[in-house]
């Protein structure tokens, strides 16, 4: 599975940007798809995942916030982030997994981050 994430971009605190993330591969259905962020001279955080059936699961921090969805005919996740404030400045990253989980070790498939900049 090959992934390609876009949408970032700098918005102003109390903002929204909506985050894609394209893949390629006939077994996209198979896999949990992720959303984790990197900042600045942080580790890299789990921001949420989603199942085939559009169950998902997200971080303290975004909840309320944020909303992934995932469109399986078009092989293509969404992060939906509203309210954003300076914290959630970062590198945002897919990814592509077999478990539901909340543990970068578990995804095996990554793409490249896209960069958010929120300012205050």
């Known amino acids: 599975v090959q992934l390609q994430a876009s949408g970032g971009g700098l918005v102003q605190a109390g903002g929204s940007l909506r985050l894609s993330c394209a893949a390629s591969g006939r077994t996209f259905s198979n896999y949990v798809m992720g959303w984790f962020r990197q900042a600045p001279g942080k580790e890299r955080e789990f921001v949420a995942a989603i199942r085939w059936s559009g169950v998902s699961i997200y971080a303290n921090s975004v909840l309320g916030r944020f909303t992934m969805s995932r469109d399986n005919a078009k092989k293509t996740v969404y992060l939906q982030m509203n309210s954003l404030v300076p914290e959630d400045t970062a590198a945002y990253y897919c990814?592509?997994?077999?478990?539901?989980?909340?543990?970068?070790?578990?995804?095996?498939?990554w793409g490249r981050g896209t960069l958010v900049t929120v300012s205050s």
């Open positions: 990814a592509a997994g077999p478990l539901f989980a909340s543990s970068a070790e578990e995804y095996g498939y």
